[in-house]
């Protein structure tokens, strides 16, 4: 399974972007979907996820500011960004899980996309 995300840039604070996370098989929309980022010198955090069933669950730094939605159909899933902050700068990176579910762990999630890189002004 090949995961891509996409939708990255340029943003001023306030602004709001929608990352993409496309993958190669339909079947890694039965699965967990998370996102996570990562800022320079700092380590891979988890962002949030959506379970098969569209269950969702966030970080604390992003709940009530972004949203994570998916197509199983179209095996997609998405990162609506709203109220950027310039702390919300990272590459931003997509997995598929192991299973329907998953957690906030790194080690739940099996596929991993190659990144997008978010970067947000003041």
């Known amino acids: 399974v090949q995961l891509q995300a996409s939708g990255g840039g340029l943003a001023q604070a306030g602004d709001s972007l929608r990352l993409t996370c496309a993958s190669s098989r339909r079947t890694s929309s039965n699965n967990a979907m998370g996102w996570f980022r990562q800022a320079p010198g700092k380590e891979r955090e988890f962002v949030g996820r959506i379970n098969w069933n569209g269950s969702t669950y966030y970080a604390d730094s992003v709940k009530g500011r972004f949203t994570i939605s998916r197509d199983n159909a179209r095996g997609t899933a998405y990162l609506q960004m709203n109220s950027l902050k310039p702390e919300d700068t990272a590459v931003y990176y997509c997995?598929?899980?192991?299973?329907?579910?998953?957690?906030?762990?790194?080690?739940?999630?099996?596929?991993w996309g190659q990144g997008t890189q978010v970067t947000v002004s003041s």
């Open positions: 997995a598929s899980g192991f299973r329907p579910y998953a957690g906030r762990e790194l080690v739940d999630y099996r596929y």
